[in-house]
């Protein structure tokens, strides 16, 4: 696999590039030459820039990207603009010119060393514009990683923060998919085992990062939620989430996992109220069972999952600097975001107000 990436790759690694060592080694006995570049925080625009620019003056032609979700997207695109011509601005929504990639990636390897965003098996890459306080996506399906190398044994020493709030992103990103308004039976199944597997095992892996079996599982719903997303679509949740991160430096998962429980809320009191015969509404309750092994109604799986986030001491979102002054404008980017055109239900102002308020 490593042999036939192509001549010299750029590893991509995440701010401590000793936890990329043990793939550094297999490199040289390899005899594999190759540069390396660390990101500190989840990619900017610049980012991009200068991990082309590294990769072009070292002569790289594939790339591997070790890390959590950051260093994946970041590879990811990383790869993207290497081969095609101009700047990365040319290529991303809203903010550059949104120019459709003519020409594939150059080969990427994804190596997650976090179970959460499932970067691994999507095709897009968020990129972080601090000028435009705005979070973008570089989107093709030429971003496609070629190989997604997911080893839950990366995980085993992660700190217990981050498997919360990675596992808490895993966790959104199967439930969001399962209630979404582009739900397939493909990403229903995908979105099933997955829910069953972090409430078997979310807890022991927070408990004991030691346990094999735990991660395991929480390494599949990680990739499972990536497919899921990449193939459904998500909600509310993430249509806050890309807003919040553009304008408030706070981990995505954090901001995911204070967001979950009262967007499941809201869009369950919203379908009652204007949608009573939706198909969506019986799908609270499975996601309550499956989460739980309990015959629970939804408002208690619901319940549960406001513990689980207790528990692992996620911050309110009020504790990443985010004020009641700030939700007209989070609101405002929320409604054109695109996680938000597959919410079940399209939930008025006062909805999306309420739920920011509930979450701060
Ligand atoms: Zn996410």
């Known amino acids: 696999m490593l042999?036939?990436?192509?001549?010299?790759?750029?590893?991509?690694?995440?701010k401590n590039?000793?936890?990329?060592?043990?793939?550094l080694q297999l490199l040289r006995l390899n005899h594999i030459e190759y540069s390396t570049f660390s990101i500190s925080c989840e990619p900017k625009i610049q980012t991009i820039r200068d991990g082309v620019a590294l990769a072009k003056s070292e002569?790289?032609?594939w790339v591997i990207g070790i890390g959590g979700g950051s260093v994946i997207d970041a590879g990811k695109a990383i790869a993207a603009i290497m081969t095609n011509e101009g700047d990365v601005l040319d290529y991303v929504e809203i903010i550059g010119k949104g120019k459709a990639l003519t020409k594939p990636s150059?080969?990427?390897?994804?190596?997650?060393?976090?179970?959460?965003?499932?970067?691994?098996?999507?095709?897009?890459?968020?990129?972080?514009?601090?000028?435009?306080?705005?979070?973008?996506?570089?989107?093709?399906?030429?971003?496609?990683?070629?190989i997604a190398l997911?080893?839950?044994?990366?995980?085993?020493?992660?700190?217990?923060?981050?498997?919360?709030?990675?596992?808490l992103d895993a966790l959104t990103q199967v439930i969001e998919p399962y209630l979404c308004s582009r739900a397939n039976p493909m990403t229903d199944a995908i979105c099933?085992?997955?829910?069953?597997?972090?409430?078997?095992?979310?807890?022991?892996?927070?408990?004991?990062?030691?346990?094999?079996?735990a991660r395991a599982d929480m390494a599949v719903a990680g990739l499972f939620g990536g497919m899921a997303l990449a193939n459904a679509g998500l909600g509310a949740v993430h249509g806050f989430a890309g807003p919040i991160g553009g304008m408030f430096s706070a981990p995505h998962g954090e901001i995911c996992a204070a967001l979950l429980a009262d967007v499941m809320d809201a869009n369950l009191r919203a379908l009652r109220e204007r949608d009573s015969e939706s198909p969506v509404i019986p799908r609270f309750y499975?996601?309550?069972?499956?989460?739980?092994?309990?015959?629970?109604?939804?408002?208690?799986?619901i319940q549960r999952?406001?513990?689980?986030?207790?528990?692992?001491?996620?911050?309110?979102?009020?504790?990443?600097?985010?004020k009641s002054d700030d939700i007209p404008e989070i609101v405002r980017h929320a409604k054109n975001a695109s996680s938000m055109k597959a919410n079940p239900i399209v939930l008025t102002d006062e909805e999306l107000t309420e739920i920011l308020q509930r979450a701060l």
């Open 17 to 23: 590039v000793q936890r990329a060592e043990p793939l």
């Open 150 to 167: 997911v080893d839950p044994e990366l995980t085993y020493d992660l700190p217990r923060n981050v498997t919360a709030s990675t596992g």
């Open 59 to 61: 002569n790289c032609d």
């Open 192 to 213: 099933i085992e997955g829910i069953k597997r972090i409430g078997r095992s979310f807890r022991r892996a927070f408990g004991n990062g030691y346990d094999v079996e």
């Open 3 to 14: 042999k036939n990436g192509g001549k010299r790759p750029l590893v991509v690694t995440g």
């Open 305 to 322: 999952i406001r513990d689980v986030v207790a528990d692992f001491k996620i911050p309110r979102l009020s504790s990443h600097g985010i």
């Open 286 to 301: 499975h996601v309550a069972r499956l989460l739980t092994g309990d015959q629970i109604n939804a408002a208690e799986g």
């Open 106 to 146: 150059a080969r990427f390897l994804a190596i997650p060393t976090t179970a959460g965003t499932g970067s691994e098996v999507t095709r897009n890459a968020v990129l972080a514009s601090p000028e435009h306080k705005l979070k973008v996506s570089l989107r093709s399906a030429y971003m496609l990683p070629a």
